[in-house]
């Protein structure tokens, strides 16, 4: 083993130093002397000084080296080009260091910068300097740190991936400078220079949060109440388009003391106190609030279907508003089939506003109202529609009126805003210990712990998990659900959901009717449907997943009209353009109205329909079709399984036949050969135990037989399971010789060697 030799001591005794630049374009120096990339015979010598340099102490395990450098090659090839690269490296360094020095060597297994002749680099220097900075936090301070960071590291690398860590070290390092300098520069009033520097950060990184509450402090610094409002819609939309996703509670905490400092609040009345605390919905707060903020949003509308917290939402919205802004906040609940007279009525009584009897209402309501600025949370909106003409008018005489309605449908007003509500987040099967993080878990334990006195553990994780998949986050049945522990275990209450959702029932006496059960909170949806449209919303539940517009008019005959009206009712919502969906709630109590036979009748069209598309689908993956047809045949899979299932059960061998290529193509193109490989051999198992049809011709069924064990053979191949793909290649050649199919006429089969086709 080679043994470190002593370097050269300057006239004070201490070594003297090799720096290595990385920040910028790459030197190397030592002893006031220079060197660049170009004394460095191959690149990949530079870029092992490089490589090395980068780490914090200077050394890396060869076999990291090889596979950073080299991840191509062999071992045995990667290490002879390491041994090269080492070769060539301690010839350019010792030009500087000298002939008697070993700046770079390998000892036991691990390559390294010698530290006995001093060692470091400029990147290690600012890490230094950055740690310094962020404690003192002077402005001079932290500019000297930030100004070495904000050069390019490593330019002539900038796409290798050995470099990206340290290139994202650097960037974070540098915005965390940019930030403590704004902060610092806002605590010593100086406005202008911290906007500056909050704006270099967001040019770097649009998504930088901090960096939008500097610019919102910023902006409250000068009394800018308006700008204060455009950052934060600036931040909502720069979020939603990047990470799609909305401001943290934070920035909306900020956001509402900011709002509060600048402006005295009031109400017109005073608003509901929640008899719940507010859980999740953060991403929808702050779509609301940006809605409310940007220009011209007069009628927003948050719709959504009973029970999924609209009217939950909207409170916590005004009373926000009642705290931070100078609107005057009232709130109006609708009752059934509200009148244009009674909705005067009940704005006069929510906004304190006296009229005369017999002069006209209407006009002494806006001129009492006049240069107010109001928020009116009109709630059960849905029942306001026959009086939206009023509403028209109210909102074309008063600039200063903004109304935020919480409704099942869209009162279908020129300038309404739409925020479409769903069901709180819900944790994945493999959540594990996290699954608490999420908003739907959240809500279920909290209204355990009031309703029964119980603290769920995390044994109870799981069933918990999945009593929230089940409801699919809809607040109401998780409340409804959460009502029955203490008296069923969470596993027992998994199961009781199992055989129906009329486990939802609340016999507490202060609850509103609509939210005395779930299916009370459908059935109030149901009486809003005419005739036509109750029709298709049962026949729509033939869809157990969203679906495409297109096959929803060829499977159940919808008409584009009924279609509209059930999405503006919250009943069925658009997933993506061109395709819609059914709430999974909302479909099980709509399939209860649909009768058995054209239940069965739906179920055939919706497979025959399917199963046509699966033809033509091998082909278009075969073709190289553009990635946003790919993206609808994948969502369309649980659409062709279900037909492929049916159509086993069915024993409808044309069907099968007929979708066999193209399913077992799609499977092979995605990759899910578990899942294409389970279907196959179940439908194998099913055509054997079913039997024969009367009617079936016994030489197709044998055909398809064969065909499907010839497809069932190539995916165990894809999952290295090699003694079944023979055992099942086996099958194939039997039943394609009991049909006379020529070995070569099955898919996905090469001819084995030695055997003739027919």
Partial sequence: MERERPGPRDAAGCREGLVVHVLGTFTVEFGGRALGASAFPRRKAQQLVKLLALQSNGRMHRDQVIEALWPHLPPEAGAHQ???????????????????????????GVVALRHSIGVTTDLHHGRTAAG???????????????????????????????????????????????????ETLLAEHRTAEAVTIAEALLR??????????ALLRAAAEVGDAGAVERVFLRCCEALERELDSGPSDETMRLLGALRERSVPSR???????????????????????????????????????????????????????AASTSLEVAVV????????????????????????????????????????????????????????????RLLAALPGLVVLAATRQRLELQGEWV???????????????EYERFAAVQLFLDCARRSSGVTLGRGDA?????????????PLALELAAAWVGVLSCDEIVAELGRGLDLLVSTAVDVPERHRSLRHAFEQSWRMLDAE????????????APCGVDAARRVVGIPLPVLRALSGKSLLSQVAPGRCAIHPVVRQFAAERLGADEGLALAEAHARHYLVELDGVGTLLESGAERRVIHEIIADVPHFRAAFLHAVVARDTAGLDAGLDGLAKLYDKLGWYHEGHALLTGALEGLASSGAAPEEPGRARARLVARLEAQAASLPLALGRVDEALVRRGAVFGAGDRVGLTYGALPGQPRPPGRATR
């Fill in 462 to 474: 799981a069933a918990v998990g999945r009593i929230c998949r089940m409801l699919h986050g809809v």
């Fill in 132 to 182: 310094l900075a962020l404690v003192d936090r002077s402005p001079t301070v932290l500019e000297a740190a930030l100004t070495p960071l904000l050069g390019t590291l490593l330019p002539d690398d900038l796409y290798e991936p050995w470099s990206e860590a340290a290139r994202e070290e650097v960037r974070t390092m540098a915005a965390r400078l940019r930030l403590a300098l704004a």
């Fill in 533 to 544: 449209e109750r029709r298709y919303l049962a026949r729509l539940s033939i869809f157990a």
């Fill in 333 to 392: 609940e609708a009752p059934a089939d509200l009148t244009g007279e009674h909705l005067l009525t009940l704005l006069e009584d929510a906004l304190s506003v006296q009229t005369s009897s017999g002069e006209p209402r209407e006009a002494l309501l806006v001129a009492a109202l006049a240069g107010r600025r109001l928020l009116v949370v009109l709630d059960n909106a849905e029942h306001a529609r026959t009086a939206t003409a009023l509403l028209a």
């Fill in 267 to 321: 109400t017109a009345t005073p608003l509901p106190e929640p008899a719940t605390p507010f859980v999740g919905r953060s991403f929808e707060l702050a779509e609301v609030e940006r809605a409310l903020a940007a220009p011209g949003c007069r009628l927003l509308s948050v719709t959504g279907i009973g029970g999924i917290g609209k009217t939950r939402l909207a409170l916590e919205v005004a009373r926000r508003r």
């Fill in 82 to 108: 390491l041994h090269n690269a080492l070769s060539q490296a301690r010839g350019a360094l010792r030009t500087l260091v000298g002939e008697t020095l070993d700046p770079v060597a390998v000892e036991g």
């Fill in 419 to 433: 925020v479409e509500l769903g069901g709180l987040e819900v944790p994945r099967p493999e959540a594990g210990a």
């Fill in 204 to 213: 770097d990184d649009p998504t930088e949060e901090p960096a939008y509450r």
